[in-house]
């Protein structure tokens, strides 16, 4: 993760830029059975319903919810199928909030009725 100029590596050609990859930050998850790696999806799908509901701005929220697609499918979690392992649960879950919100942006359940 770059936080300030200088976690900017400087001597990089373009197709060594484009193979960085940023290590994963060295601190305790937020929740235990949560990895790191999935905080930024998790993060970006809370954005996406406070843009909705604190600030009333659809088009941020459907920016939000859109990114957090674009990460999730860039993390494989739409492959993740017969995973054992100890965060799967947590990665189903990751995959179908995402999915859940986009979903409710392409059918307008985001919208106020009035009756």
Not at 12 to 39: D, F, G, K
Not at 42 to 60: F, T
Request: net charge positive.
């Amino acid at each position: 993760m770059i936080e300030d100029e200088s976690d900017i590596p400087q001597d990089l050609s373009p197709s060594a830029a484009l193979a960085y990859s940023a290590a994963v930050p060295q601190r305790p998850p937020l929740h235990p059975n949560v990895p790191i790696e999935l905080e930024s999806v998790l993060s970006l799908c809370v954005l996406a319903i406070y843009e909705y509901a604190q600030r009333g701005n659809i088009r941020k929220m459907q920016d939000r919810a859109g990114q957090a697609l674009v990460s999730a499918m860039t993390m494989s979690l739409h492959c993740q199928t017969n995973d054992n392992t100890h965060y799967a649960e947590a990665r189903r879950r990751a995959w179908w909030m995402t999915v859940s919100k986009r979903r409710m942006l392409r059918t307008g359940r985001y919208a106020c009725r009035t009756h």
